[in-house]
């Protein structure tokens, strides 16, 4: 079951700015500690938003994918000064390039994991809403393609459904059965894509999407309370920025895993970071405490 997520509720451009932030600061900082908070946080927030389906998306893709960033990435990168053994091409496995296929599987994981969060905030029309006036035919096209993947997969299984319901689901299939399916399905929602596509152009062209001076209806308002959140987003922004600008999110894997000076004023830098990332954490369980408070005074 879905649980109730206080932060999707926010104005969009909250929601829209802080995936902005986290899968910008994710992608560009390659320091440990960053890319565990990052992961941690994706990963709690995932949770979350779907409960175990998170769970058994992050074990069922992420686990091999980042056990299989964690073998290549040490087969094609052999730099580093602590040398580990020799592999069987004669090129040298060395600790630091283990260390570097680790974190880089920790990235790739955390953004899948916040792309995954992405698409269950940031609906299509939160997405018109901040881009229809700017870029009107890029933010359609761009909200369409992102909602296109989970409407294909309904539709896939409509018509498998449909299928089964045809032929009956007592008579034995072979390979050749199931590819002819597969092939016939696959036709269905093609064609499906293409009149859904001429569909929605032809009904936003003549609702006069685009044009000069027409005016939309919106229910989102900037509110006190995605204000306070946008100011808080914005000041982490800056701090992290100004982090990494200072170096202290600063770490090398080559040739000798290195990183700059610790402080208590570095430090800062990771705490904010951390913050940041459990921002809609943090506000779902404020959001849940209130509430089991009110219902405790009933």
């Known amino acids: 079951m879905r649980n109730r997520d206080t932060f999707s509720s926010y104005h969009p451009l909250v929601n829209f700015l802080y995936f902005g932030l986290v899968l910008l600061f994710t992608m560009c900082f390659m320091h440990p500690v960053c890319l565990l908070s990052s992961f941690a946080a994706a990963f709690c927030y995932g949770v979350n938003l779907n409960g175990r389906n998170s769970l058994r998306f992050t074990l069922r893709y992420l686990l091999p994918l980042f056990l299989l960033t964690l073998v290549l990435a040490p ?18 496995l060395t600790l630091e390039s283990v260390f570097y296929g680790a974190a880089a599987a920790v990235m790739f994981a955390a953004v899948i ?9 940031m609906t299509s029309d939160k997405f018109v809403y901040l881009f229809g006036r700017i870029i009107p035919a890029l933010s359609l096209v761009l909200s369409m393609a992102l909602r296109f993947v989970p409407r294909f997969k309904t539709q896939l299984r409509a018509v498998s459904q449909a299928q089964r319901g045809l032929r009956g689901d007592g008579f034995p299939e072979g390979i050749t059965v199931r590819l002819r399916n597969g092939i016939a399905a696959f036709s269905v929602l093609i064609t ?4 859904n596509a001429i569909e929605t152009a032809d009904s936003m062209k003549s ?25 808080w987003l914005i000041f982490c922004g800056i701090y992290v920025f100004s982090g990494g600008l200072a170096g202290a999110f600063e770490w090398n894997y080559f040739p000798c895993m290195t990183g700059g000076k610790t402080s208590l004023f570095s430090l800062s830098f990771f705490a904010v970071y951390l913050a940041l990332c459990l921002t809609p954490v ?8 209130r509430w089991n408070c009110l219902q405790s005074e009933i």
């Not at 000064?81 to 040298?92: A, D, Q, W």
């Open 282 to 289: 943090v506000i779902n369980r404020r959001e849940a405490r």
């Open 192 to 195: 499906w894509c293409m009149e």
């Open 207 to 231: 609702r006069g999407y685009g044009l000069p001076g027409r005016s939309a209806f919106s229910v989102y308002r900037l509110e006190e309370r995605d204000a306070a959140v946008l100011f």
């Open 75 to 92: 087969a094609f990168t052999h730099e580093g000064v602590t040398l580990l053994c020799y592999l069987p091409s004669g090129n040298p």
């Open 113 to 121: 994991l916040w792309l995954f969060c992405y698409t269950e905030v």
